[in-house]
């Protein structure tokens, strides 16, 4: 096996084959959800903590059920009701809960950077579920495992982001991860949402939606992050939906097997039609929910795998 890393932080440290030796253990764990009996027994003995700083509906119930599926004892701590409300610092958190000795930490954080320092006051491996703006490697690798099915491979197609690029670790993780690849990366989106310093990502720019979707395989569309807005980034949802709204006319413009994928939640009518969205044709956004299982397994295997191989760390 090709994946050596301790924690999965994010997309940017791992080598294009990590990612595919990721890629293909889930594909196996995708069959295995599949079948009546779902139950592996990778995880069995360990025990993993949820810790979710910020809501999330659909990552966390993926990380548990692909926990569980796995044997492993999973616990899921309510963190915006909990210490933090009580002023304790996150790495008083982090040490309370290493005293608990769990071997996996799944960590979900307002912001940039949170996981990775986490990471550094605990003995076991941990996963980030999506810090601030920075980075969500479980959703960059649930949808380049969606693509790679959906498309039979996953080199040299031309992928266009739309919308709030620039509050979107999805975006980020999204885009390391399919250069490494060897993808075109478009982003597309009003220019008040592209982050500074677009210019160096390697990818093309477009603020027309026509333009950017002409020619594309694959089409992600981003949702409006108005929490982590702090001003008027748009004139409207309608006028916003008018110009960037993924629609039928819209989409015309893209290579007619073109597939569309959003990772949720989906503010339907503002950056993507309702009947686009449920277009079984075009629409791979359930299968990219089904994708998120089978990944997170894989990738809760592989770090289990490096940690039962690690002589025990005793913590400065
Ligand atoms: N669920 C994704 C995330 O946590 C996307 C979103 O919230 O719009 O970043």
């Known amino acids: 096996m090709s994946f050596d890393a301790k924690h999965l932080l994010g997309i940017e440290p791992l080598s294009p084959l990590e990612i595919t030796t990721l890629l293909d253990l889930a594909d196996s764990y995708v069959d295995l959800n599949r079948r009546a009996h779902k139950h592996g027994d990778a995880l069995a003995g360990l025990t993993q903590i949820n810790m979710f700083f910020e809501n999330s509906t659909r990552t966390q119930a993926s990380f548990e059920l692909a926990g569980k599926r796995l044997g492993a004892d999973v616990m899921n701590m309510a963190m915006q009701a909990s210490s933090i409300k009580k002023g304790e610092t996150l790495i008083d958190t982090a040490l309370t809960l290493n005293a608990m000795h769990p071997d996996l930490l799944v960590v979900r954080h307002p912001h940039s950077g949170a996981v990775a320092l986490l990471a550094q006051k605990v003995n076991c491996a941990v996963l980030?579920?999506?810090?601030?703006?920075?980075e969500h490697p479980t959703q960059a690798l649930l949808d380049a495992l969606t693509i790679r099915r959906a498309k039979g491979r996953l080199q040299r197609l031309t992928i266009a982001i739309c919308g709030d690029i620039a509050h979107s670790r999805v975006a980020r993780s999204n885009i390391l991860l399919l250069?490494?690849?060897?993808?075109?990366?478009?982003?597309i989106g009003?220019?008040?949402l592209m982050p500074s310093g677009v210019a160096d990502w390697g990818v093309e720019v477009f603020d027309d939606m026509r333009?950017?979707?002409?020619?594309?395989?694959?089409?992600?569309?981003?949702?409006?992050?108005?929490e982590r807005m702090d001003g008027g980034f748009i004139p409207s949802s309608r006028e916003y939906y008018h110009r960037f709204g993924l629609d039928a006319e819209k989409l015309a413009h893209a290579k007619p097997?073109?597939?569309?994928?959003?990772?949720?939640p989906m503010n339907r009518g503002v950056?993507?039609?309702?009947t686009i969205a449920d277009d079984?044709?075009?629409s791979v956004i359930q299968e990219q929910v089904e994708m998120g299982v089978a990944v997170r397994m894989a990738a809760m295997d592989l770090l289990a795998r490096n940690l039962r191989a690690r002589p025990a760390e005793v913590m400065a």
């Open 280 to 282: 079984i044709n075009r």
């Open 179 to 187: 250069h490494k690849l060897e993808n075109r990366v478009r982003l």
């Open 190 to 192: 009003p220019p008040t």
């Open 211 to 226: 333009a950017g979707l002409e020619g594309c395989d694959v089409v992600m569309m981003l949702r409006l992050q108005r």
């Open 128 to 134: 980030n579920a999506g810090d601030g703006r920075h």
């Open 257 to 264: 097997d073109a597939i569309v994928m959003h990772p949720g």
């Open 271 to 274: 950056e993507i039609d309702g």
